[in-house]
Structures are given as C-alpha cells and as structure tokens.
C-alpha cells in the first residue's frame, strides 16, 4: 500500500468529529482564496453531474453534490485547494 493509500484508509476510520473538523478547516481555506461553495443536489433530466470549480462573472465556484460523504468532501476539497493559485494580495 502507499503512503497516499495509507492515508486515505486513515481518513477512512476517523470519527465522524474529526472528519467534520477537517471539512469545516478546508472550507473555510477554500472560502480564504476567495471560491464559493456550494453543496446542491447535482443531477438534472435524470442525469448526475459531476460537479467542480468553475468561473461565474469573474468569481470562482466549486460545486459538490450534497449527497457526497465527508470524506468525499474533504478529498475534493483538497484537490481544489492544491490545483487552485494563490490568492493574490491585496
């Protein structure tokens, strides 16, 4: 198994307080670069969307399907933070 797999099945066995407090952490990160979340109900006409970060009037969105685990959640948000740049300062 690999280190990356290791941790996976760590994050796997958490408490569901532990996976929460990550979540809420890597939320407020991704709020911090200045993404919008969102978590809706992504499917239309019968079909499940995949969700992801988007650019809407010059402001960045990420949208998950709300019926996403935690620990879905917080992998997908730990894509977005490491694929997303640096905030620029102000």
Do not use: W
């Amino acid at each position: 198994m690999t280190l990356s797999g290791m941790a996976r099945e760590k994050e796997k066995n958490e408490t569901p307080t532990g996976m929460q407090a990550k979540l809420l952490q890597l939320e407020a990160l991704v709020a911090r670069k200045g993404v919008h979340l969102h978590y809706d109900r992504l499917e239309a006409a019968g079909l499940k969307l995949k969700g992801g970060i988007c650019k809407i009037r010059g402001e960045h969105h990420l949208f998950i399907d709300r019926r996403k685990s935690p620990a879905e959640r917080v992998d997908i948000l730990k894509d977005c933070l490491t694929s997303f740049p640096p905030t620029e300062a102000s």
